[in-house]
C-alpha cells in the first residue's frame, strides 16, 4: 500500500511539473529557501546556466508538500531533472549510501572533505547502477550539533529524552547514549520541539538559527558528530543528452556551487553560534541574534561517540548494507576507512 502511494505521489507531482522536457531545460526540486544560508550559492549556480541557455524551472519540496526522503525516486523516475537530498535520510532506499557521512565518523568539516573526496566515485557509481542518477555536487549543511529545550551539561543528559533524528545511524548513537530516537524532517521539527513531542535536535547551528530553532530550545551543545551530507543530484539520462558545450557549463557551474557550499559549511558555523548563543552577531540579515546557553564540550563525550561508533555504528551499518549490497563493507573500509583510519572488521 504504501509503495502504491507513493507511486502515485510522485506521478502526481511528475503532471504537476509537466514531464516531458529536453535536454536543455532544467527542472530542479530543493529543500532549500532564501532563508538559508546555501541559497545564495544555489541561485547563483541557476543564474549560471540561465545566462548558458538552460530553461530553469525551480520547485521547492515544501511548496509542493513532497517529502525529502522522496528526492531520489523524483529523479529516478524523471518526474525532475535535478534534486537536492539529504544523504542520510534518502539512504533509506540504499545504506550504501550513508556510508558516505556515518554517525561519530567524520566529525569536523576538513576530516569530512577528505571522506566525500574517497567516497565520491563509489557512490555515484552506486547511484548510477542502481538508481540512474549521478551526484553533479556533493557537500555538508555543517556540524551537527545538539540544541535541547531543557538542562544541559553533557551528553548523559539525553538519557530518557526524545531527541529528533534523521538517520540510521543517528538513531543508533541516540539509542546508545539512553535516548529515543524521534525520525523527523527539517521543516517538523520546530512544532515538535515547540509541541514537547522531542525536547532536543541535532541539525547545524547554522541551520538551526535560520530555522528559528532557539525560539524553542534553551541550550546548544556543539559537539559534532557528523556534517549532514546532501547532494545536487540529476538523472543521468538527462545529463547524457546535454551537448558538450551544455555539458561543460553545468559542470563548471555545479563545481562553482560546490566549492561556494563547502566555504558556507566551514565560515559560517562560528558566526552562527554566536549569534544564536548570545555572542557577537553582524547586522546583515542573515542571523538572527538569541541567548541560548552555550555548554562546553567535554572531552569524555568527544571518546564516547568515537568509541560507539566504532564498536555499534559501524557494523551494524556494515551488516545491514552487506545485505543489500555485498562487499560494501571492504568498498567503505578503502575508502572513507583508508581516509579516516578506520576499518570495519
Not at 289 to 311: F, N
Amino acid at each position: 500500500m504504501l509503495i502504491t502511494f507513493r507511486s502515485a505521489l510522485l506521478a502526481s507531482v511528475a503532471c504537476l511539473v509537466g514531464v516531458a522536457a529536453s535536454a536543455d531545460s532544467l527542472r530542479l526540486i530543493t529543500q532549500s529557501d532564501p532563508s538559508r544560508a546555501q541559497y545564495p550559492a544555489e541561485i547563483a549556480a541557476l543564474d549560471a546556466l540561465q545566462g548558458d541557455g538552460f530553461a530553469v524551472t525551480r520547485n521547492e519540496y515544501q511548496a509542493l508538500g513532497v517529502n525529502l526522503a522522496d528526492g531520489l525516486r523524483l529523479i529516478s523516475s524523471g518526474a525532475f531533472d535535478m534534486a537536492t537530498i539529504q544523504v542520510g535520510s534518502v539512504a533509506k532506499d540504499d545504506p550504501f549510501l550513508e556510508g558516505i557521512d556515518l554517525i561519530g565518523v567524520s566529525t569536523d568539516m576538513g576530516d569530512l572533505k577528505g571522506a566525500v573526496d574517497a567516497y565520491r566515485d563509489v557512490f555515484n557509481a552506486r547511484l548510477e547502477e542502481k538508481f540512474g542518477v549521478t551526484a553533479a555536487a556533493i557537500w555538508p549543511f555543517g556540524p551537527q550539533v545538539f540544541l535541547c529545550n531543557s538542562d544541559m551539561t553533557s551528553l548523559a543528559d539525553l538519557k530518557g529524552l526524545k531527541v529528533r533524528s534523521f538517520t540510521a545511524s543517528m538513531s543508533t548513537l541516540l539509542e546508545n547514549l539512553g535516548a529515543t530516537p524521534v525520525t523527523l524532517s527539517f521543516p517538523e521539527v520546530y512544532p515538535a520541539l515547540q509541541r514537547g513531542v522531542a525536547s532536543c535536535g541535532v541539525t547545524s547551528p547554522t541551520s538551526s538559527n535560520s530555522g528559528k530553532w532557539p525560539e524553542v530550545t534553551t541550550h546548544l551543545y556543539p559537539l559534532s558528530v557528523s556534517g549532514s551530507v546532501q547532494a545536487h543530484v540529476v538523472n543521468l539520462a538527462w545529463l547524457n543528452g546535454l551537448s558538450a558545450e551544455d555539458r561543460a557549463g553545468f559542470d563548471k557551474a555545479m563545481a562553482a556551487m560546490e566549492a561556494e557550499l563547502w566555504n558556507v559549511a566551514t565560515s559560517t558555523n562560528d558566526t552562527a553560534q554566536a549569534c544564536s548563543t548570545g555572542g557577537d552577531c553582524p547586522e546583515d540579515g542573515i542571523y538572527t541574534s538569541y541567548d541560548m546557553t552555550l555548554v562546553p564540550v567535554s572531552d569524555d563525550d568527544k571518546a564516547q561517540v568515537a568509541e560507539i561508533a566504532v564498536s555499534k555504528i559501524l557494523p551494524e551499518w556494515a551488516a545491514t548494507c552487506e545485505s543489500s549490497y555485498p562487499g560494501c563493507t571492504s568498498i567503505w573500509n578503502e575508502t572513507v576507512g583508508a581516509a579516516r583510519g578506520l576499518t570495519i572488521e
